[in-house]
C-alpha cells in the first residue's frame, strides 16, 4: 500500500520505497538530473534525501519517514526521464528500511492526498 505525504512524495509501506507522485513531476517538467544519498545513510523523516532538477525548476525530495536508505535506483541516474515516465513505479528513487512504522500512521492515504491537490 502507498502512503504519501502532503510535499508529494509517496511510500510503499510494505517495500519502502520511496518516490515523488504523478503530480509531483507534473509540476516540475521534464527532469533531467537526479541527486541521490548513499547507501547506508540514516535519515530523519523531513531530511532533504533527493534532489531534482527539471528544464524548468528544481526540487527536493524529504523522507516521508525516518530510517536508514537501503538502496538507491541506479536506473534513474542514468534515466532521470523515468521519474516523469513511471513517477510511481521504475522511476522509485530510495528504499528506505524504516525505523519508526509509527510515523506511516502520520501520513495520507491516496484518496486523502488526491483530496489534498
Do not use: C, F
Not at 502507498?2 to 511510500?11: A, F, R, V
Not at 523522507?63 to 513511471?86: H, M, R, Y
Not at 528504499?95 to 506511516?104: C, D, G, Y
Amino acid at each position: 500500500m502507498k502512503k504519501y505525504t502532503k510535499t508529494h512524495e509517496w511510500i510503499d509501506t510494505e517495500t519502502g520505497k520511496v518516490g515523488v507522485s504523478n503530480y509531483a513531476q507534473e509540476q516540475l517538467g521534464d527532469i533531467v538530473y537526479v541527486e541521490l544519498p548513499a547507501v547506508g545513510k540514516e535519515v530523519k523523516k523531513g531530511d532533504r534525501i533527493v534532489s531534482l532538477e527539471s528544464v524548468k525548476a528544481a526540487g527536493d525530495v524529504y523522507a516521508p519517514v525516518s530510517g536508514k536508505i537501503v538502496a538507491v535506483n541506479e536506473k534513474v541516474n542514468a534515466t532521470p526521464e523515468l521519474i516523469n515516465q513511471d513517477p510511481e513505479g521504475e522511476g522509485w528513487l530510495v528504499q528506505i528500511e524504516i525505523s519508526n512504522p509509527a510515523e506511516l500512521d502520520e501520513l495520507l492515504t491516496e484518496d486523502e492526498y488526491k483530496a489534498s491537490l
